[in-house]
């Protein structure tokens, strides 16, 4: 159903401080699961809307709006800044720092949108509580922390989450990306892929750098194990399967002229299917322990970071809500998109009480970025900086609240 003209009106008055809210959280995002001043910010907007709040897993913020009898329907929002230094030179852009979880301090940005799924969701709230006369049953609005480290979604669940607020019938989200501003991209079936992350602890041992014969040389050893990770994919998956291994860090020593006793490389993984992420890992792990037992090396040690669950629009809800979108935004605006290979834990909220729910994406850039066949930065750049920023809210806002309209709408 498409949204009312009071509730069209109401979204275009509201732009102009939807803008200025957006500015005042891209200016202080927090590192994941440190959200405390942005999870407050939120607080107070609810409450200031006469909503009543609670916090799951720590910095996570839940509303529960309430309106008579009816569907229960929720909607999830994240709130995580990221490791970045912003060099998108806006008038608005970030300065702030954070500390890492190895105690060192790191330039913090909203370099994956997050500042606008706060306000997209800030606004989806107000604009329920203002318009009760066109829907009844119950929102819950998630507002969720560290999303970026796969904490998040985790931790509000293991809080009691759905023990303690109403268990929804549907569970929506989106996520501003590199597309037109106006557009909505939605998925069928499999929408983002799994994601597993490892640390690798090569050990070795130390000696001088001019006498390697009484080394076992960790550095080396770690450069032939991120080599042979590159055939896991290229050689021991089929063509037909998706699977991609990045090595993202490598580390070891301290001086030239020293062979060190260890060194560190840290890996990710993404797959669309379960037997193939089976295989990926199977394949990384005989790989790692077999060149350093070629090596005469000591056992190496691998930490498994974090991991990210897949995410699965269900497809009859998928397919009625693009018809909503078509309907809502026009039917140019909504593309059906194949599944990216970025992760989400959204998929969490769902699955864990075995409840379908959807996830898309909307265009945060100007039809001029793209002019001759440009390609304007993308999440997590130190220059993604959305250049339509009304639109995009204006987008995130009708999307976000047609989806909920779908099931309380009267």
Known sequence: MTLSSDIRDAIRTDLDQMVELYEDFHRS???????????????????DLGIHTQRFGGTGVVAQIENGEGPVVAYRADIDGLPIEEKTG????????????????????????????????????????QHRSHWSGTVVMLFQPGEETAQGAR??????????????????????????AGSVDVSIGTAMAMADSLEVIVKGKQAHGSQPENAIDPIVLGAFMITRLQTVVSREISGRDMAVV???????GLKDNIIPDSAS????????????RANVLSAVYRIIYAEA????????????????????????LATGLIDTFRDELGESNVNVTPPVTGSEDFGWFGDDIGVPYVYWFFGGYSEERFADGATPPGNHSPY????????????????????????VGS
């Not at 405390?36 to 609810?46: F, K, W």
């Not at 105690?103 to 913090?108: P, Q």
């Not at 993604?384 to 099931?407: C, I, K």
């Open 246 to 252: 990045s090595v993202g860090t490598f580390s070891g």
């Open 384 to 407: 993604f900086g959305p250049d339509a920023v009304p639109e995009l809210l204006t987008t995130g806002v009708h999307a976000g609240l047609s989806a909920l309209m779908q099931h």
């Open 293 to 316: 037992e070629a090596s005469g090396a000591p056992e190496p040690l691998i930490k498994e970071m974090y991991s990210f669950p897949r995410c699965f629009n269900d497809e009859a």
């Open 265 to 276: 490389f840290q890996l990710n993984i993404r797959t669309f299917d379960e037997e193939v």
């Open 29 to 47: 995002p927090e590192l994941s699961m440190k959200e405390t001043n942005t999870a407050n910010a939120i607080a107070q907007y609810l409450s």
């Open 90 to 129: 806006l008038d608005y852009a970030s300065v702030a720092t954070g500390i890492l979880p190895d105690g060192s301090e790191t330039a913090v940005m909203h370099g994956c949108g997050h500042d606008t799924h706060i306000t997209v969701g800030l606004n989806i709230a107000k604009q329920l509580v």
């Open 155 to 180: 931790a509000m669940l293991d809080d009691g989450l759905w023990d303690k607020v109403p268990k929804p019938e549907a569970v929506y989200g989106q996520h501003v990306w590199p597309g037109v």
